[in-house]
Protein backbone atom coordinates (compact mmCIF):
# COMPACT_ATOMS: atom_id res chain seq x y z
CA UNK A 1 0.00 0.00 0.00
CA UNK A 2 3.27 2.53 -0.49
CA UNK A 3 1.96 5.80 -2.26
CA UNK A 4 5.11 7.69 -2.16
CA UNK A 5 8.86 6.15 -2.52
CA UNK A 6 12.15 7.98 -2.05
CA UNK A 7 14.68 6.45 -3.51
CA UNK A 8 16.95 6.20 -0.36
CA UNK A 9 16.68 5.73 3.41
CA UNK A 10 20.02 6.16 4.11
CA UNK A 11 23.18 8.34 2.06
CA UNK A 12 26.10 9.54 2.74
CA UNK A 13 28.20 12.01 0.42
CA UNK A 14 31.25 13.64 -0.20
CA UNK A 15 31.29 17.42 -0.15
CA UNK A 16 30.92 19.00 -3.31
CA UNK A 17 29.43 15.91 -4.70
CA UNK A 18 25.93 15.78 -7.37
CA UNK A 19 23.21 14.18 -5.36
CA UNK A 20 19.90 13.40 -6.69
CA UNK A 21 17.05 12.64 -4.35
CA UNK A 22 14.15 11.09 -5.96
CA UNK A 23 10.40 10.85 -5.05
CA UNK A 24 7.78 8.56 -6.93
CA UNK A 25 4.18 8.85 -6.00
CA UNK A 26 1.01 7.10 -7.58
CA UNK A 27 -1.40 8.56 -6.70
CA UNK A 28 -2.06 10.81 -9.60
CA UNK A 29 -1.48 13.83 -7.57
CA UNK A 30 -0.47 17.23 -8.79
CA UNK A 31 1.41 18.57 -5.89
CA UNK A 32 4.43 17.08 -5.00
CA UNK A 33 6.56 18.90 -2.36
CA UNK A 34 10.95 18.46 -1.13
CA UNK A 35 11.12 19.39 3.16
CA UNK A 36 14.06 19.20 5.26
CA UNK A 37 13.88 18.55 8.62
CA UNK A 38 16.46 19.24 11.58
CA UNK A 39 16.01 19.37 15.37
CA UNK A 40 14.34 22.41 16.09
CA UNK A 41 13.32 23.95 13.04
CA UNK A 42 10.73 21.53 12.04
CA UNK A 43 9.73 21.05 8.42
CA UNK A 44 11.34 23.46 6.12
CA UNK A 45 9.75 23.45 2.26
CA UNK A 46 12.50 23.38 -0.10
CA UNK A 47 10.80 23.35 -3.03
CA UNK A 48 7.09 22.49 -4.83
CA UNK A 49 5.55 21.85 -7.59
CA UNK A 50 1.92 21.96 -8.83
CA UNK A 51 2.62 20.07 -12.40
CA UNK A 52 4.68 18.92 -14.75
CA UNK A 53 7.82 20.90 -15.20
CA UNK A 54 6.50 23.87 -12.94
CA UNK A 55 7.78 24.47 -9.94
CA UNK A 56 8.21 27.34 -6.70
CA UNK A 57 10.77 27.79 -4.51
CA UNK A 58 10.23 27.13 -0.70
CA UNK A 59 11.26 28.52 1.94
CA UNK A 60 15.20 27.72 2.05
CA UNK A 61 15.92 26.94 -1.88
CA UNK A 62 19.14 27.69 -1.98
CA UNK A 63 21.51 25.16 -3.04
CA UNK A 64 18.87 23.13 -4.31
CA UNK A 65 16.80 22.76 -7.13
CA UNK A 66 14.49 20.06 -8.56
CA UNK A 67 13.31 18.18 -11.78
CA UNK A 68 9.74 17.10 -12.63
CA UNK A 69 9.48 15.55 -15.34
CA UNK A 70 6.88 13.22 -15.17
CA UNK A 71 3.53 13.93 -12.81
CA UNK A 72 4.49 10.63 -10.94
CA UNK A 73 8.28 11.43 -10.29
CA UNK A 74 9.83 14.68 -8.29
CA UNK A 75 13.74 15.26 -8.38
CA UNK A 76 15.52 17.18 -5.56
CA UNK A 77 19.41 18.23 -6.49
CA UNK A 78 21.98 19.39 -4.65
CA UNK A 79 24.44 20.67 -7.09
CA UNK A 80 27.59 20.56 -4.72
CA UNK A 81 26.63 19.33 -1.43
CA UNK A 82 27.80 20.89 1.74
CA UNK A 83 27.70 19.54 5.43
CA UNK A 84 25.40 22.54 6.31
CA UNK A 85 22.73 20.02 3.74
CA UNK A 86 23.38 17.19 5.72
CA UNK A 87 19.97 16.48 6.99
CA UNK A 88 16.48 14.42 6.73
CA UNK A 89 14.55 15.09 3.39
CA UNK A 90 10.88 14.63 3.13
CA UNK A 91 8.99 14.58 0.03
CA UNK A 92 5.06 14.65 0.18
CA UNK A 93 2.27 14.96 -2.25
CA UNK A 94 -0.69 16.30 -2.36
CA UNK A 95 -4.27 15.94 -4.41
CA UNK A 96 -5.23 19.22 -5.72
CA UNK A 97 -8.62 20.03 -3.69
CA UNK A 98 -6.30 20.26 -0.66
CA UNK A 99 -6.76 16.87 0.75
CA UNK A 100 -4.64 14.48 2.74
CA UNK A 101 -1.14 14.78 2.12
CA UNK A 102 0.91 11.39 2.05
CA UNK A 103 5.14 11.66 2.61
CA UNK A 104 7.40 9.12 1.85
CA UNK A 105 9.72 7.18 4.30
CA UNK A 106 12.31 10.21 4.42
CA UNK A 107 15.70 10.32 3.61
CA UNK A 108 18.55 10.65 5.83
CA UNK A 109 21.57 12.65 3.93
CA UNK A 110 24.74 12.49 5.61
CA UNK A 111 27.62 14.94 3.85
CA UNK A 112 30.99 14.60 5.31
CA UNK B 1 2.11 36.23 5.33
CA UNK B 2 0.30 33.02 5.29
CA UNK B 3 1.56 30.71 8.80
CA UNK B 4 0.79 27.93 10.65
CA UNK B 5 1.67 28.09 14.62
CA UNK B 6 1.57 25.39 17.06
CA UNK B 7 1.46 25.30 20.90
CA UNK B 8 3.06 24.34 23.01
CA UNK B 9 6.50 23.94 21.73
CA UNK B 10 6.78 20.67 23.53
CA UNK B 11 5.19 19.19 26.47
CA UNK B 12 6.22 16.05 29.16
CA UNK B 13 3.18 14.38 30.74
CA UNK B 14 2.52 10.68 32.27
CA UNK B 15 0.47 7.86 31.22
CA UNK B 16 -3.36 8.58 31.65
CA UNK B 17 -3.62 12.33 30.99
CA UNK B 18 -5.07 13.99 29.17
CA UNK B 19 -3.42 16.69 26.85
CA UNK B 20 -4.36 19.07 24.03
CA UNK B 21 -2.47 20.74 21.19
CA UNK B 22 -2.95 23.77 19.33
CA UNK B 23 -2.87 24.48 15.79
CA UNK B 24 -3.17 28.73 14.67
CA UNK B 25 -3.23 29.15 10.91
CA UNK B 26 -3.95 32.24 8.97
CA UNK B 27 -3.87 31.78 4.85
CA UNK B 28 -5.84 32.30 2.04
CA UNK B 29 -8.51 30.75 0.79
CA UNK B 30 -8.42 28.31 3.32
CA UNK B 31 -9.76 24.37 2.21
CA UNK B 32 -8.50 22.57 5.37
CA UNK B 33 -6.44 21.61 8.11
CA UNK B 34 -4.68 18.79 8.25
CA UNK B 35 -2.93 16.49 12.01
CA UNK B 36 0.02 14.45 11.54
CA UNK B 37 2.06 12.31 14.09
CA UNK B 38 5.72 11.66 13.75
CA UNK B 39 7.79 9.42 15.24
CA UNK B 40 11.05 8.35 14.12
CA UNK B 41 10.20 7.94 10.64
CA UNK B 42 7.92 10.08 8.37
CA UNK B 43 4.71 11.97 9.16
CA UNK B 44 1.49 9.34 9.49
CA UNK B 45 -1.59 11.11 8.57
CA UNK B 46 -4.26 11.67 11.18
CA UNK B 47 -7.05 13.79 10.76
CA UNK B 48 -8.09 16.26 7.94
CA UNK B 49 -10.55 18.93 9.08
CA UNK B 50 -12.71 21.04 6.52
CA UNK B 51 -15.59 22.57 8.59
CA UNK B 52 -16.11 24.19 11.73
CA UNK B 53 -16.95 22.21 15.37
CA UNK B 54 -17.57 19.06 13.44
CA UNK B 55 -15.54 16.99 15.62
CA UNK B 56 -12.99 14.27 14.15
CA UNK B 57 -12.32 10.97 16.07
CA UNK B 58 -10.16 8.33 15.99
CA UNK B 59 -9.52 5.94 19.61
CA UNK B 60 -8.33 8.27 21.86
CA UNK B 61 -7.55 10.93 19.47
CA UNK B 62 -9.54 13.77 18.37
CA UNK B 63 -9.95 17.14 16.72
CA UNK B 64 -11.88 19.98 15.56
CA UNK B 65 -11.22 23.04 13.88
CA UNK B 66 -12.79 26.63 14.24
CA UNK B 67 -12.86 28.54 11.15
CA UNK B 68 -14.15 31.75 13.17
CA UNK B 69 -11.63 31.72 15.46
CA UNK B 70 -8.57 30.24 12.96
CA UNK B 71 -7.61 27.74 14.91
CA UNK B 72 -8.06 23.92 15.57
CA UNK B 73 -7.19 21.34 18.30
CA UNK B 74 -5.96 17.92 19.00
CA UNK B 75 -7.41 16.09 22.08
CA UNK B 76 -5.21 12.74 23.22
CA UNK B 77 -6.66 11.12 25.73
CA UNK B 78 -5.73 8.56 28.75
CA UNK B 79 -2.17 8.97 26.83
CA UNK B 80 -0.30 6.06 26.43
CA UNK B 81 3.96 6.21 26.19
CA UNK B 82 3.31 5.28 22.38
CA UNK B 83 1.66 8.75 21.94
CA UNK B 84 5.05 10.02 22.35
CA UNK B 85 5.60 11.63 19.23
CA UNK B 86 6.19 15.30 17.24
CA UNK B 87 1.89 16.51 16.04
CA UNK B 88 2.36 18.24 13.07
CA UNK B 89 -0.59 21.10 11.45
CA UNK B 90 -0.05 21.36 8.17
CA UNK B 91 -2.62 23.72 5.94
CA UNK B 92 -2.90 23.70 2.09
CA UNK B 93 -2.40 27.01 1.16
CA UNK B 94 -5.25 28.16 -1.41
CA UNK B 95 -3.23 29.69 -4.27
CA UNK B 96 -0.07 28.16 -6.80
CA UNK B 97 -1.51 24.98 -6.59
CA UNK B 98 -1.96 24.14 -3.06
CA UNK B 99 1.15 24.87 -1.33
CA UNK B 100 1.58 22.75 1.73
CA UNK B 101 2.50 24.55 5.07
CA UNK B 102 3.63 23.68 8.41
CA UNK B 103 3.41 24.18 11.60
CA UNK B 104 6.84 24.11 13.74
CA UNK B 105 5.16 20.56 15.63
CA UNK B 106 4.68 20.18 19.22
CA UNK B 107 6.88 17.60 20.62
CA UNK B 108 4.88 15.44 23.29
CA UNK B 109 6.08 13.05 25.35
CA UNK B 110 4.71 10.44 27.68
CA UNK B 111 6.46 9.51 30.93
CA UNK B 112 5.17 5.70 32.46
Known amino acids: DVKVTQSSRYLVKRTGEKVFLECVQDMDHENMFWYRQDPGLGLRLIYFSYDVKMKEKGDIPEGYSVSREKKERFSLILESASTNQTSMYLC???????????FGQGTRLTVV | EDKVVQSPLSLVVHEGDTVTLNCSYE??????LLWYKQEKKAPTFLFML????IEKKSGRLSSILDKKELFSILNITATQTGDSAIYLC????????????FGGGTRLMVKP
Open chain 1, 92 to 102: ASLGIWGTEAF
Open chain 2, 50 to 53: TSSG
Open chain 2, 90 to 101: AVPKGNAGNMLT
Open chain 2, 27 to 32: VTNFRS
